[in-house]
């Protein structure tokens, strides 16, 4: 069976203090995280796409829109502790979230996210 993708890329600003196993956080600092994230489609639609590109941009631009230039730790899904703001734990949030407002027959195949040069954290959903 055939499967198609396509894939956007963004890039945000943003610190974050990851806690650390002893229960303190690391000294705050900053990233600019780039995030590439991947949709499939076992057949195109009927104008033979996946999906139209700058939908996909516009669900990921808002995401990120969220996080850019502000402080991971302060924001939801990391606020309060609930979820620590490591670079795997953003590629889950930026993956499920866009996950939810795909178009019927889209499925995430992964987010990606960068930390550092050469450093990348992918989410993909379990099947």
């Not at 990851?18 to 303190?24: A, E």
């Not at 590629?91 to 040069?117: D, H, K, M, N, Y």
Request: proline share 8%; with cysteine; charged share 25%.
């Amino acid at each position: 069976m055939p499967m198609y993708e396509i894939t956007i890329e963004r890039t945000f600003a943003a610190s974050h203090a990851i806690r650390l196993p002893d229960g303190q956080l690391e000294p705050i600092h900053g990233h600019n995280w780039p995030v590439a994230v991947t949709v499939e489609r076992d057949e195109l639609d009927a104008i033979e796409t996946v999906m139209d590109f700058h939908d996909l941009e516009a669900i990921v631009d808002k995401l990120v829109a969220a996080f850019h230039n502000r402080h991971l730790n302060d924001l939801p899904p990391f606020a309060g502790e609930a979820v620590n703001p490591t670079a795997e734990r953003v590629a889950w949030w930026i993956g499920s979230q866009t996950a939810e407002q795909l178009p019927e027959g889209v499925r995430l195949q992964q987010a990606r996210v960068g930390e550092a040069p050469g450093c990348w954290a992918t989410y993909r959903p379990t099947r």
